[in-house]
T-cell receptor, first 114, second 114 residues
Framework: DAGVTQSPTHLIKTRGQQVTLRCSPK?????VSWYQQALGQGPQFIFQYYEEEERQRGNFPDRFSGHQFPNYSSELNVNALLLGDSALYLC?????????????FGPGTRLTVL | GENVEQHPSTLSVQEGDSAVIKCTYSDSASNYFPWYKQELGKRPQLIID?????GEKKDQRIAVTLNKTAKHFSLHITETQPEDSAVYFCAASVGFSGTYKYIFGTGTRLKVLA
């Protein structure tokens, strides 16, 4: 059973460019959350997708957008990249339940903006 | 607002000693509290979790306690070993109706000295 996978592993972009990160959830999971982890900090929630819709969003600007596909995989898009967007981007998948949900993290994509 | 405070930020212990990391959360509706261990360059790995209807949970050398009234929860590692050295994050699950996100603490860098 494959766990959460993300691609690419590493990415280098320049300011102003756009980037797309991809995530495949753990088998059986239907919900995908994205987190940004800057160096030396804890992960910060970006947004969560379920049934192809954004269900909840953290304090991130509209430059951050996403998508979920019918097979539950997801993309994170960041436009007009800033130096401060350099971080490890983590995808977490879970199975939607009425109460809490245990989230499983992928290996992350390390984005460097020059 | 939603917040999780974590202390200390760094912790050095001698091998064989115990380590305690403490977290405080702000949202009284939080009902699930996972702890993650993150080694350099790797994804956060769940090491133990606790639900709001339980006061304590133990798994071999690791234990977590929860005080809902005070909104505190703590991680206890006994008989520490060099391989326990890593950054540890606490988190609180926040949300409603099946849509939950994690609010992470700022992390504790644990060093176990041989």
């Amino acid at each position: 059973d494959a766990g959460v996978t993300q691609s690419p592993t590493h990415l280098i972009k320049t300011r102003g460019q756009q980037v797309t990160l991809r995530c495949s959830p753990k088998s059986g999971h239907d919900t995908v959350s994205w987190y940004q982890q800057a160096l030396g900090q804890g992960p910060q929630f970006i947004f969560q997708y379920y049934e192809e819709e954004e269900r909840q969003r953290g304090n991130f600007p509209d430059r951050f957008s996403g998508h979920q596909f019918p097979n539950y995989s997801s993309e994170l898009n960041v436009n007009a990249l800033l130096l401060g967007d350099s971080a490890l981007y983590l995808c977490a998948s879970s199975w939607r339940t009425p109460s809490y949900n245990e989230q499983f993290f992928g290996p992350g994509t390390r984005l460097t903006v020059l | 607002g939603e917040n999780v405070e974590q202390h200390p930020s760094t912790l050095s212990v001698q091998e064989g000693d115990s380590a305690v990391i403490k977290c405080t959360y702000s949202d009284s509706a939080s009902n699930y509290f996972p702890w993650y261990k993150q080694e350099l360059g790797k994804r956060p790995q769940l090491i133990i979790d606790i639900r709001s209807n339980v006061g304590e949970k133990k798994d071999q050398r690791i234990a977590v306690t929860l005080n809902k009234t005070a909104k505190h929860f703590s991680l206890h590692i006994t008989e520490t070993q060099p391989e326990d050295s890593a950054v540890y994050f606490c988190a609180a699950s926040v949300g409603f109706s099946g849509t939950y996100k994690y609010i992470f603490g700022t992390g504790t860098r644990l060093k176990v000295l041989a």
